[in-house]
């Protein structure tokens, strides 16, 4: 709430410094390309951090996420048949690890030759390079699937950025399109500053720098007609820590000196605060 400490203050009072009033402004740009479907906003709107200021077109989205679900879908199937194959060659294993025993076993007794043991490992052998490869067959899709998990996630990352949404609490200041439109990713979509506080960035001169501390309370003073000011308070919030030269349009109490010192003083806003609109402001102490 703005402190009213008068209105009736000569505009013949020399004040100590003098600026404009400033404010935050953010551009709210498209994350997305394409038309935009809807935009719910309208230039002197307030809005709250997350709400929803439009949408662009997401077709093309959901149809590319239904193509990966579809692709998904093949790779399941692939891989429930890799399942159902190693499966058979773990059984053909078992068999054989049975028959050969047997072998081993007439071999003892002379009843079976070396050949037929020599085939059997052979074929052992084989038959345990053909699990491991399908085996790795199954890692490959495995793999694929994952690949695709993380596409599927790309696409609702994308979907989530055809939301247009207010990343700030503050009021709509400019709208720069129209519902209809084909918009594209960077392109601005309206500007939105926070009115609740503004700041008066003055220029003070190096004598007058040690009179001014951050947090300090100033008298701010804002025309209110052509003869008088209104009085209000406001709070140091920053100080520069370089010296610059004075904008030529800046005037401060004293004559114009080639360095001064920029500032910002705080402003609780009621609605009759401005961006852009003249400010004073005092703080030094009388005789100064």
């Not at 800046?250 to 003249?278: F, H, W």
Request: include cysteine; proline fraction near 2%; charged fraction near 25%.
């Amino acid at each position: 709430m703005i402190i009213l400490l008068g209105i009736s203050c000569s505009r013949n009072e020399k004040s100590d410094a003098y600026g404009n009033f400033e404010a935050i402004e953010v551009i709210v740009s498209s994350e997305a390309n394409g038309r935009i479907l809807f935009l719910h906003m309208e230039e002197g709107i307030r809005v709250s951090v997350g709400d929803t200021l439009g949408l662009v077109d997401t077709t093309d989205l959901a149809l590319k996420k239904e193509q990966i679900y579809s692709q998904k879908k093949v790779l399941l199937a692939r891989a429930r048949s890799i399942d159902a194959q190693i499966l058979v060659q773990e059984q053909q294993k078992k068999n054989l690890l049975v028959d050969l025993e047997r072998v081993q076993n007439l071999l003892k007794d002379g009843a079976a030759t070396q050949k037929q043991l020599d085939d059997l490992t052979g074929s052992l052998g084989l038959l345990n390079q053909q699990i491991v490869s399908t085996r790795v067959q199954k890692e490959s899709i495995t793999a694929e699937m994952a690949t695709l998990d993380i596409q599927i996630r790309q696409v609702d990352e994308a979907l989530r950025k055809a939301w247009i949404t207010s990343p700030l609490a503050g009021t709509i200041l400019v709208k720069y399109t129209e519902a209809g439109e084909i918009t594209a990713m960077g392109k601005p979509v309206c500007k939105i500053a926070n009115l609740d506080a503004l700041e008066l960035k003055v220029y003070i001169s190096g004598d007058q720098l040690p009179y001014l501390f951050l947090g300090n309370t100033v008298e701010v003073l804002v025309d209110q007609d052509k003869k008088n000011l209104v009085r209000l308070e406001g709070v140091v919030t920053w100080i520069s820590p370089k010296a610059e030269f004075t904008p030529k349009t800046i005037q401060t109490k004293r004559e114009r000196v080639n360095l001064v010192y920029a500032a910002r003083i705080r402003v609780v806003n009621d609605g009759s605060l401005k961006i852009g609109m003249p400010g004073e402001i005092n703080f030094m102490p009388d005789g100064k």
